[in-house]
């Protein structure tokens, strides 16, 4: 029998100093996450590393928090929100401080683990809270301000990062979100109230064993393949076998507990599972793409790391200002009418995409990315808060770690596809040339693979346009 041992009087909530506190760390948290994808680079060329090896500080990343996030429906019941925060801030304070002074690229990535621990305690723990505090009718924009400040850190990242570059050194980037990170710590434990129930389930050790072989073992497979064996390696097949295996094994035991550590029976509601399926699909198209084109930009083009976060300026920002408009649509509305378009507009802007080259103009590449975001928007937010409203509030919790671990697992299967894809690319066109150490030939290789890369994004569009014509409006019954 499951104890409550916090009571919660809805109307001595205070909303905005919450959203505050919470939205002004995921934005460092966001900003931190883009700002370092623009310095790869950079980063290969001062550390001696390869694309491979540079993916693992992203890859690294997700793979902790594949590991992490499933576990936090557990923690949401076992711990106090002010707990978790504190947490989750004082973990991303000190990632970031070990990242600012790392001389090696093994002490940047034990920086990206420590952060990424951090970031996997506040996305459900924000998720959660929103869904608490708010009511159904005016989540969509409250999840829209969440779209608004999280979108808006990736656009400025890129930027603020290429001007750090060029001027000071990688490091800054980490020692700019610093004293960031530290006011947002303060902020919360100032403002942050209590808004959960502590209900202390029994914690099932080979639940959480089970879960973190799956969900590590598979983002781990796809990732390695992303490294020079490739797909025929028995490191990421033997991996990506274990996690399925053990994925299939913790399903199967969370089934028949009585308290199990994700509720699976999340899934039996339709539009929630529909939900999680476009949310994958989307994070899947966004990394992907959003690993791919900053590269291109830099190696394909020539482009300063600074110039190239300038170019993906303008559609982060759009994007950013459409999450608030759209929320507003989706409370008037529902999905159906934002996340069909929204699909379309996605895939035939990765088609355009897939022709990019060498005479690309800046132009064509900031109105392509800007009708990306455009398209992006109008997906993501409606139909992850479509999902999770037809949950009943004691599946909150579980709603969430569900919706953040596949969001983590489909970003790194999403990017290990599209390297992978991309250095397939370069090798088929290499092989059928007779001087490969012509600088022409390594940029057409070059060209060739992140063309392919495009078109991978586009098909998951595709498919995601598709089932979108299935979704349907919840109309929630339990309100708060």
């Not at 990242?157 to 570059?165: E, F, K, Q, R, V």
Request: one cysteine or more.
């Amino acid at each position: 029998m499951q104890q409550e041992t916090t009571q919660i009087d809805p109307k001595k909530i205070k909303a905005l100093p919450i959203l505050i506190a919470l939205l002004l760390s995921g934005f460092i948290g966001m900003f931190s996450e883009t700002a370092l994808n623009v310095a790869l680079s950079d980063l290969m060329q001062l550390l001696s590393i390869t694309p491979a090896t540079a993916q693992w500080l992203t890859t690294g990343y997700l793979l902790t928090l594949g590991m992490l996030v499933p576990v936090s429906g557990m923690l949401l019941q076992w711990f106090t929100t002010r707990q978790l925060f504190v947490t989750s801030l004082a973990f991303s304070i000190l990632g970031t401080l070990i990242a600012a002074l790392a001389p090696s690229f093994e002490m940047l990535l034990t920086a990206r683990v420590v952060q990424a621990v951090g970031t996997g305690l506040l996305l459900p723990l924000m998720f959660n809270t929103i869904l608490i505090i708010f009511p159904a009718e005016k989540r969509g924009a409250a999840m829209g301000m969440i779209g608004l400040v999280i979108m808006v850190a990736p656009a400025i990242g890129p930027t603020i990062a290429g001007l750090l570059i060029e001027n000071l050194s990688w490091h800054w980037i980490f020692w700019l979100a610093l004293p960031f990170l530290i006011i947002s710590l303060v902020c919360g434990i100032l403002f942050m109230q209590n808004v959960t129930k502590i209900t202390k389930p029994k914690i099932d050790a080979l639940s959480i064993l089970l879960s973190s072989a799956g969900f590590g073992g598979i983002v781990f497979g796809f990732s390695s393949a992303g490294e020079a064996a490739g797909w025929s390696s028995p490191k990421v097949i033997i991996s990506i076998i274990i996690g399925v295996v053990s994925l299939a094994l913790f399903g199967i035991r969370q089934k028949y507990m009585k308290q199990p550590m994700i509720n699976l029976r999340a899934f039996k509601f339709p539009m929630f599972s529909m939900g999680v399926l476009m949310v994958f699909l989307c994070m899947m198209v966004i990394l992907s793409s959003m690993l791919i084109l900053p590269m291109y930009l830099i190696r394909g083009q020539g482009y300063t790391a600074f110039k190239a976060g300038l170019i993906l300026l303008p559609g982060g920002i759009i994007n950013g200002i459409m999450s608030p408009i759209m929320g507003r649509l989706f409370d008037k509305y529902g999905p159906k009418w934002l996340v069909i378009p929204g699909l379309a507009i996605v895939s035939v802007t990765l088609w355009f995409f897939s022709s990019i080259s060498a005479t690309s103009t800046i132009a064509f590449i900031i109105v392509l990315h800007s009708t990306l975001m455009i398209g992006v928007s109008m997906v993501f937010m409606p139909a992850q808060t479509n999902g999770i409203n037809q949950l009943p509030r004691e599946l909150y919790p579980d709603g969430t770690a569900i919706m953040n671990t596949l969001q983590q697992v489909a970003g790194a299967i999403g990017t290990a596809l599209a390297v992978s894809i991309m250095a397939a690319g370069q090798k088929s066109y290499m092989s059928g040339i007779t001087n490969p150490e012509d600088p022409s030939h390594m940029l057409a290789a070059f060209t060739q693979g992140v063309q392919g890369a495009f078109l991978f994004a586009m098909t998951i569009g595709i498919v995601g346009f598709i089932i979108a014509f299935f979704i349907k409006r919840v109309i929630v019954q339990h309100q708060k």
